[in-house]
């Protein structure tokens, strides 16, 4: 038996992960116990949790993987530099600090309370999207699939395609630095006023309500070579000065200026933050996901060229882009994705364990993703002695009670905080640490805006549905257990779900079984016989922060916003009528 701690760190979606035997035991992101949105430095907390909750020592550790290979690609690297001479210096800045991690041993030691004599393991580095790739492929149940990652860069390669077949990936093709969707979406995304370190989904939900007004530039921004695509360096500050990111004194990540001079040649000046968003950004939003939906299918039918197989694991930062994974049944020959829930670089972690368990040490293949509950969960104790500490009413009630009387709540037109079990691995709430309403109501995204989330007025919320009615009300089958695909509602249905229709009829959904998550699955189960709709409005429970993960966190929550009800175990919390009025 092997025990494997994976790490992600020194970079963004600082996270840790623990495989024992080849299971994934647990998975942590660092931003959900350091309250730090993207947190870049070491994740201390999140390697104490996994270990406590896989009830293991640091003596027990065998290996540990990082998602990281400074040594990967290095002859790629000395010909960029031969050509660019003038990035050296940066380029030996930039590797220097990523191998700073150096004695992982020693960090260990002065940031989590190691004892030296008990750090006897190996340490694995695993380059970044052979880690992406990893964390999809043997999460899936096939033994044969095509494999792709693409993001921002990570160990200086853009998208990789893989053939993946028993335990072994084989590498078929990268792309390398600068040319990046990534890149091209982020630089957009500063230019209208989202130059926050992960904003792209914003922007994701902003271009239905744009035109094709600027496809011209964008073709010529970035365009398909063969096999690859190419970005137009004159649209781009140059690669090398700082890679465009930053971390902060607080581990964020600070992204710096994407955009030339050419872009406000063009277009005139950036918008500026929380101003009103223009036409001209409505339709530049359209146009850049158009752009990339068109690369994005264009890779992947090379991949399909060179790996002819209807299935596909999937990983990386732009795999997030639930939009274009929507289309691609359409628009490629897979037929069938498996998805990674932590899909973004918290997932690599994960990623870096399972390829040394399953390509370096040839463990059996034991696992298979059914649901992505691999974080901690708290004790009914836990629970009450949170309530009983900030002086909250409640009830405690069984379970059948319990779930129509959330109903009941729900069908009201009450926002709900609903807590359950293990938190989500990823950067969903499905489920465990979520926001419930209902979807029929026209002004409940107004609500769920006003009083919770204070939302952008364009960001459409999501629909959960039982699994078995998917294709009653959405236009494709294929599920979508972590809400990674965006579909359209079928036209009966749209008037009948308000509140997740989004301006172009879509949603991007969560199909939900009973196997996955049977609290939760009742739950939909439940409101739907009472109701008529199988579906809920499922969002975040946070509010301007990273996801909630504690008894603690989600009292607050509950307490300092408008949130009618609080569901948190076995537990329901409904706020006196007097105050509800005052808020």
């Known amino acids: 038996m092997a025990v494997i701690l994976g790490i992600n760190t020194h970079h963004a979606g600082s996270s840790a992960a623990l495989v024992v035997d080849g299971i994934p035991v647990a998975a942590v992101a660092e931003e959900r116990l350091n309250r730090v949105k993207y947190y870049?430095?070491?994740?201390?907390?999140?390697?104490?949790?996994?270990?406590?909750?896989?009830?293991i020592s640091f003596r027990e550790i065998d290996y540990v993987a990082v998602g990281r290979d400074a040594n990967a690609n290095l002859s790629r690297k000395v010909e960029y530099v031969v050509r660019n001479p003038s990035k050296l210096l940066n380029l030996v800045k930039i590797r220097s600090a990523r191998t700073a991690l150096g004695d992982l041993k020693q960090l260990l030691v002065e940031e989590c309370g190691a004892n030296p004599a008990d750090l006897r393991?190996?340490?694995?580095?695993?380059?970044?999207?052979?880690?992406?790739?990893?964390?999809?492929y043997y999460v899936s149940p096939w033994e044969h699939a095509a494999g792709f990652s693409m993001d921002g860069s990570g160990d200086f390669v853009t998208c990789m395609l893989a053939e993946c077949r028993g335990q072994e990936i084989e590498i078929k093709q990268r792309v390398y630095v600068p040319h990046s969707l990534g890149s091209l979406y982020s630089m957009v995304c500063q230019y209208i006023g989202y130059g926050k370190y992960g904003d792209e989904g914003k922007v994701m939900g902003l271009a239905p309500y744009g035109e094709a007004a600027y496809m011209d530039t964008f073709r010529d921004m970035v365009s398909t070579t063969g096999n690859a695509f190419e970005l137009n360096p004159a649209y781009f500050m140059p690669f090398g000065s700082n890679q465009g990111v930053e971390m902060n004194e607080k581990g964020e990540m600070i992204l710096?200026?994407?955009?030339?001079?050419?872009?406000?040649?063009l277009f005139g000046s950036p918008r500026e933050p929380y101003t009103e968003i223009a036409k001209r950004d409505m339709d530049l939003a359209f146009c850049l996901q158009q752009t990339f939906e068109d690369i994005y299918m264009h890779m992947l039918n090379v991949l399909h060229r060179q790996v002819p197989a209807e299935r596909i694991a999937m990983a990386g930062g732009a795999v997030l882009n639930s939009v274009a994974n929507g289309k691609l049944f359409d628009e490629t020959p897979?037929?069938?994705?498996?998805?990674?829930?932590a899909?973004?670089?918290?997932?690599?972690?994960?990623g870096a364990a399972l390829y040394v368990s399953q390509s370096v040490l040839h463990e059996p293949r034991r696992y298979v993703m059914q649901d992505a509950y691999l974080g901690p969960e708290y004790s009914p104790a836990a629970t009450k002695s949170a309530l009983d500490a900030a002086h909250v009413d409640y009830q405690q009630l069984p379970r059948e009670q319990l779930l129509q009387a959330t109903v009941a709540e729900i069908e009201q037109g009450n926002v709900v905080g609903w807590f359950q079990g293990r938190m989500e691995w990823g950067p969903r709430a499905l489920g465990n640490r979520s926001i419930l309403a209902h979807p029929g109501l026209e002004n409940m995204k107004d609500v769920l805006n006003a009083r919770i989330k204070r939302r952008e007025w364009f960001r459409p919320f999501a629909p959960v549905v039982l699994a078995e009615r998917q294709t009653e009300i959405f236009e494709y089958h294929h599920p979508s257990p972590f809400m990674l695909h965006v579909y359209k509602i079928k036209p009966e249905w749209r008037a009948r779900l308000a509140a997740v229709r989004h301006v172009d009829d879509t949603g991007r959904l969560q199909t939900v079984s009973r196997d996955e998550n049977p609290l939760y699955y009742?739950?939909?189960?439940?409101?739907g016989e009472r109701t008529g709709i199988p579906v809920l409005i499922n969002t975040s429970f946070n509010e301007n922060e990273p996801i909630i993960c504690t008894p603690e966190e989600a009292v607050d929550c509950y307490l300092r916003t408008r949130m009618d009800t609080?569901?948190?175990?076995?537990?329901?919390?409904r706020k006196p009528a007097s105050d509800e009025a005052e808020q």
Do not use: W
């Not at 710096?256 to 040649?265: G, M």
């Not at 897979?334 to 829930?341: V, W």
């Open 256 to 265: 710096l200026r994407h955009y030339s001079d050419k872009i406000t040649e």
């Open 121 to 136: 393991f190996e340490q694995i580095n695993v380059e970044h999207h052979l880690a992406h790739i990893a964390s999809a």
């Open 40 to 55: 870049a430095g070491f994740p201390k907390l999140s390697v104490l949790k996994v270990l406590e909750i896989g009830g």
């Open 566 to 573: 609080l569901v948190i175990g076995d537990y329901l919390c």
């Open 343 to 350: 899909a973004g670089d918290e997932g690599l972690s994960l």
């Open 522 to 527: 009742d739950l939909v189960q439940a409101f």
């Open 334 to 341: 897979f037929r069938e994705t498996c998805i990674q829930p």
